[in-house]
């Protein structure tokens, strides 16, 4: 497969309240923490059984500065005042098509910071890597991730029944998806990354 355009150049974004960059060494703590967190890793595909899995898969996703195809690709979410880290973001890239997935510590809920962390996202996986759709996996018990991609503007695509084992029961599976041409800020000039 190709290299994605743009490839040399690291991922680095930020909006009015946040900056989306590389996990760090000393994120580990505060990953673990909330992605060990029951309420939290509910609906994850991927939840750290100790602080040493945080640690690899930050050392992991460290080694990548700008998204390989076919590889999730993860960020840090952070609050831009005081760079603490409030969530993570990842996505996955093939075939100009780019899958999502987000996460945000139970305190930094309800503030908008999903949908701020996304609408950069999208900006950036439609302007800069000029991917045709993106689209996310979920739960459809998953109420908030839910109304997160709705409000987003995606189009629910697919719902398949028991059709994932995950965490040892059978779930439902909805796909949400949407294309470049949907995006509203598609051919606006997109900022450069920081």
Not at 53 to 61: C, H, L, N, T, W
Not at 84 to 102: N, S, T
Request: hydrophobic letters at 45%; one cysteine or more; charged letters at 25%.
């Amino acid at each position: 497969m190709p290299p994605l355009p743009h490839d040399a150049e690291p991922m680095e974004l930020e909006t009015a309240r946040l900056r989306l960059d590389a996990l760090r060494a000393e994120d580990a703590v505060a990953l673990f923490t909330y992605r060990g967190d029951p309420a939290v890793s509910r609906y994850q595909g991927w939840r750290p059984a100790a602080q040493a899995d945080a640690e690899r898969f930050i050392g992991s996703q460290s080694a990548m500065a700008a998204p390989v195809p076919c590889q999730w690709f993860q960020r840090a979410i952070r609050n831009r005042e005081d760079g603490a880290l409030i969530g993570d973001v990842g996505f996955c890239v093939a075939d100009a098509q780019a899958e999502f997935g987000i996460t945000l510590a139970p305190a930094a809920q309800g503030h908008g910071y999903a949908r701020e962390t996304l609408h950069a996202l999208f900006d950036w996986l439609f302007g800069r890597l000029d991917v045709h759709r993106v689209y996310a996996s979920v739960d459809p018990r998953n109420a908030p991730s839910m109304a997160l991609l709705q409000a987003m503007g995606m189009c629910k695509e697919a719902h398949f029944r028991e059709s994932l084992r995950f965490h040892g029961e059978w779930v439902d599976d909805v796909v949400f998806g949407l294309l470049a041409s949907e995006w509203p800020g598609k051919g606006a000039r997109i900022a450069a990354p920081r």
